[in-house]
Nanobody, 124 residues
Framework: QVQLVESGGGLVQAGGSLRLSCTAS????????MGWFRQAPAKEREFVGV????????RYADSVKGRFTISRDNAKNTVYLQMNSLKPEDTAVYYC?????????????????WGQGTQVTVSS
């Protein structure tokens, strides 16, 4: 069993930056692809990005490409989401998740363990 805990959310003005962390406990996540998702009020949870387990390759949603960067520190069992040039439409609860398999999957069904989420609010 693995537990994922996100942190780093908060309130920021448009154009600002935040860095979210996702720290795992219970089991190592170094061998797993790890994804980030977000869910705005009254909307479905949507894919933000994913990082692979070996060379740090990433895949991003078009809406965040060029602004968000995912990285990982396997020694700390932690994955990060650096968010720059934030927009009001980035406001959502952000979740990290562990992929079921070695795939840059965008569907929520491809992930088995989820954190509780952290709120990001971007004011205009």
């Amino acid at each position: 069993q693995v537990q994922l805990v996100e942190s780093g959310g908060g309130l920021v003005q448009a154009g600002g930056s935040l860095r979210l962390s996702c720290t795992a406990s219970g089991r190592t996540i170094s061998a797993y692809f790890m994804g980030w998702f977000r869910q705005a009020p009254a909307k479905e949870r949507e894919f933000v990005g994913v990082i692979n387990s070996n060379d740090g390759a990433t895949r991003y949603a078009d809406s965040v490409k060029g602004r968000f960067t995912i990285s990982r520190d396997n020694a700390k069992n932690t994955v990060y989401l650096q968010m720059n040039s934030l927009k009001p439409e980035d406001t959502a609860v952000y979740y990290c998740a562990r992929a079921r398999s070695a795939s840059m999957a965008v569907s929520t069904t491809a992930y088995d363990y989820w954190g509780q989420g952290t709120q990001v609010t971007v004011s205009s």
